[in-house]
């Protein structure tokens, strides 16, 4: 896969609308201008891959709209060498955001042919510090605990207790939490040991979090 001129220029029109749509964390912006979206998607897609939509992947998945992208890395506000989990590594492009703003960046995917793909991009992009674990996000990555930050990127019904354990004291957990067919976006600081704040950010759409490792195909 090549990243030319041409993707450049469609990257640079991408970011000009996610401006105008609010997004004004300059970090981000330049997170999302530098790395090739079009590398995580299907060929079929190239065309596509600098609008601001969320497109097909394998396993009946989806990679996040670029705005959704754009949301969550601001409001998880990652520093450099800060440690980060996200659960629901999907295409890999959200993780290699992460990992251009500077994370140390863990992240754990439930389908083993997507956990597979992503780590090949991880490695093509130059980004194989990402670590990245095939298993089910509900446990997080205990033997790696605390987080700075922990970013969900599908749909929980509800805020795992789990995720919330393995948080830094002042560490933010980012969560889409709601219904099948529409979530609130949840940003959750632990304040203590016990006590935790919640802060609410809009509603977006995303794929379900779902139980348990689902194994590759044998094809
Ligand atoms: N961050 C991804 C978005 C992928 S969609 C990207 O940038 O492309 C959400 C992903 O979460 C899907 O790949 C889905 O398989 C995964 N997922 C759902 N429940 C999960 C769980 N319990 N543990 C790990 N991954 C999960």
Do not use: C, W
């Not at 401006?19 to 201008?33: D, M, R």
């Not at 600081?189 to 379900?208: A, H, K, L």
């Amino acid at each position: 896969m090549k990243d030319s001129n041409r993707h450049k220029g469609m990257r640079r029109r991408l970011i000009r609308s996610l401006e105008k749509k609010g997004i004004t964390n300059q970090e981000v912006l330049e997170a999302i201008g530098s790395i090739p979206r079009h590398f995580f998607l299907d060929n079929a897609f190239e065309e596509h891959a600098y609008e601001d939509k969320a497109f097909p992947i394998d396993a009946e998945q989806t990679i996040s709209q670029p705005y959704t992208v754009a949301i969550q890395s601001s409001l998880l506000d990652v520093k450099k060498r800060e440690k980060v989990l996200e659960i629901g590594t999907g295409s890999g492009y959200q993780a290699s955001v992460l990992a251009y703003l500077g994370a140390r960046l863990y992240t754990v995917e439930r389908h083993e042919e997507l956990y597979k793909k992503a780590q090949t991009i991880f490695k093509s992009l130059g980004l194989g510090g990402i670590r990245s674990f095939y298993g089910d996000g509900y446990k997080g990555l205990g033997e790696f605990a605390p987080f700075d930050k922990i970013l969900v990127t599908a749909a929980a019904s509800n805020i795992p207790d789990t995720l919330k354990q393995q948080l830094k004291i002042g560490g933010r957990l980012v969560i889409p939490v709601g219904s099948k067919s529409m979530q609130t976006m949840v940003r959750i600081t632990r304040i203590d040991e016990t006590s935790y704040q919640e802060e609410n950010y809009g509603d977006f759409r995303f794929v379900p979090m779902l139980d348990g490792k689902n194994p590759l195909k044998n094809i």
